[in-house]
């Protein structure tokens, strides 16, 4: 075995996100053109490698064997790696450290990492069963538990705890639709929403509104990974992988500890740190995983940009803004951008990828980035994800 | 794995077997499962139904369901390292020993969590909405249980309530457990 390579992203691309309408294999047909457009130097021929982040197309689309499907309809012929990547809300990253792994083991050259994920069905109770389904079903699932109850809890015990608000809350979903509104691909692109609008959507699970949740989001988003003396074909921009980290504490709910302290999501972090040899202080702009508008607040805390109990106030004095200390979810986020399960990860590659070399609209630039992370996580903050990107040439 | 221990019980009274409403739906489960038995029809579907498969040829756990038929919530615990499971199993998760004996579980436990499902409920339960759930911490064991809390509605629980298991039986003859706040 050869020495580890260099990786990097050379390209990305997204469809559009929302209702839409269209099927899990029209959407991967989207993405697939999108990708070649957004790459011109890309030829089917190069992609070595296929890995298909897809939560659940068993549910939402009746389709398993989705890796060939996929690459079919993307119009590409892997002839080294072919596989999907489940895990959950985390398919999408997963695809990108599958291939990250092959690419640095010298089992492929080019990999495309997509995710693809149809979500709205005619009965939305059949879509949130599928979500039920990635509890623990045997346990979790017989009481009604989907995502929004455990993270309505995890923001119950934030506030007991913390004295965290609805208020601050709201701040992080208000700044991600902000975002939202750079975003034509975005779910909510065209509708805003201050605070004192999200303070009157109706409750979904107390204490979260429907605007502290992200959506049920139909979408597409792929990547292009190459090893170090396959980047420069494509572009003198590339985003390079510089760390990675992943921890998995628990899947029962009833396994959850505190709530509020995210040990797994710290340790994953650390360890992503480690290996680039950076502190988090280090990062530009991250693409944190806000599922809910608790999460990110969570995050902020777990992952060191500011004590336990102040991710609240973090947000709110706009610390996670632009002009603060760290730029998070500049493409809307799963809040703004809608959560399409597999797509999600893949599509939070691409907001890196582009504002590393500058290829954002202005009004969600990160100030001259060196440094971006993509926090990914799954289920009930079961499985956190994290990989860090380096821009310019240096690799 | 026959031999039954009895934790320490609480003086609260021992759950209460009650009738859950058919909520998935289906018709043809009334009619052609035997009330005793959780063996389904071949052409009834299962698989959008969270509520396990129970019968012993479909389980290693059915035990777990034939005490909660009588009352009583309860789990596994390791012979050889002594650990106390939620949900119980069939292998220790930390020795690895596969040699467990069943233990009955407190009636009680106070509330450490809890929100309520006002939208998105999964199919089946969406005639239930608004129902609240939570995390339980058991009274004299060290588990915390994740279910639903029925009783009292959702905006007037508090943490550290008292609430009381309770076993719940579908009209195929199938048995659950959640939560009841006091009368």
């Known amino acids: ?395 | 794995m026959s031999a039954s221990t009895k934790m320490p019980r609480s003086s609260a009274p021992k759950p209460r077997p009650r009738e859950l409403p058919q909520t998935d739906g289906r018709e043809s489960g009334k009619a052609t499962s035997p009330p005793e038995k959780t063996r389904r029809a071949a052409s009834t579907p299962f698989l959008l139904d969270f509520v396990p498969l129970q019968a012993p040829d479909q389980t290693r756990l059915a035990q777990f369901y034939e005490r909660l038929k009588e009352g009583h919530l309860s789990t596994t615990r390791c012979r050889n390292c002594g650990a106390i499971h939620w949900p119980p199993r069939v292998a220790c998760p930390d020795c690895h020993a596969e040699d467990l004996e069943w233990i009955d579980l407190p009636s009680t436990g106070r509330i450490y969590a809890f929100s309520a499902v006002l939208a998105g409920a999964p199919l089946g339960m969406e005639s239930e909405v608004p129902f609240a759930v939570g995390l339980v911490d058991l009274e004299g064991a060290p588990l915390r249980v994740f279910g639903r809390i029925d009783g009292r509605p959702w905006n007037e629980l508090k943490i550290g309530d008292t609430v009381r298991v309770e076993s719940l039986t579908l009209p195929d003859g199938r048995v659950f457990y959640r939560f009841h706040t006091p009368e």
């Open chain 1, 1 to 395: 075995m050869s020495a580890v390579r260099k990786v990097a992203i050379v390209a990305g691309a997204t469809t559009p996100f929302g209702v839409r309408p269209t099927t899990w294999s029209e959407m991967a047909q989207e993405v697939g053109a999108a990708l070649f457009r957004a790459e011109p130097e890309l030829r089917s021929e190069d992609v070595d490698s296929l890995f298909v982040g897809a939560a659940e197309p068993e549910r939402f689309a009746f389709q398993t064997h989705v890796a060939p499907l996929a690459a079919e309809q993307m119009g590409l012929a892997p002839h080294r790696i072919i596989q999907r990547t489940e895990l959950a809300c985390a398919s999408g990253q997963s695809a990108i450290r599958s291939a990250y792994a092959a690419i640095a083991a010298g089992l492929s050259d080019v990999a495309v990492a997509v995710g693809i994920e149809k979500m709205n069905l005619p009965s939305m109770a059949e879509a949130n069963t599928a979500m039920g389904c990635v509890m623990d079903r045997a346990w979790d699932g017989p009481h009604g538990a989907t995502a929004p109850p455990f993270f309505a809890m995890v923001a119950q015990r934030h506030m007991l705890e913390y004295g965290t608000t609805e208020e601050q809350m709201a701040a992080v979903s208000a700044k991600n639709h902000r975002f939202a509104n750079t975003n034509p691909h975005a779910q909510f692109y065209s509708k805003t929403f201050d605070t004192a609008k999200l303070a009157r959507l109706p409750m979904v699970a107390p204490p979260l509104r429907l605007g502290d949740c992200s959506s049920m989001t139909d979408g597409a988003a792929a990547v292009v990974l190459a090893a170090e003396d396959h980047v420069s074909r494509y572009t003198d921009a590339p985003a390079w992988i510089r760390g990675s980290g992943q921890y998995s504490d628990f899947h029962n709910l009833a396994h959850a500890g505190s709530l509020t302290d995210w040990k797994g999501l710290t340790r994953a972090t650390h360890e992503a740190l480690a290996s680039a040899k950076l502190t988090i202080h280090d990062i530009d702009v991250a693409e944190l995983h806000d599922c809910f508008s608790i999460s990110e607040i969570v995050e902020y805390e777990a992952m060191g940009w500011c004590p336990p109990g102040a991710g609240g106030k973090f947000a709110l004095d706009g610390r996670s803004d632009i002009g603060g200390d760290v730029v998070v979810n500049p493409r809307g986020g799963l809040l703004g951008c809608g959560h399409p399960l597999g797509a999600t990860g893949i599509a939070q590659a691409v907001e890196i990828f582009q504002q590393l070399s500058h290829d954002v609209p202005p009004a969600r630039q990160a100030p001259d980035p060196r440094y971006g992370l993509v926090h990914n996580l799954s289920g009930s903050a079961n499985v956190h994800s994290i990989m860090i990107y380096e821009g310019g040439g240096a690799g």
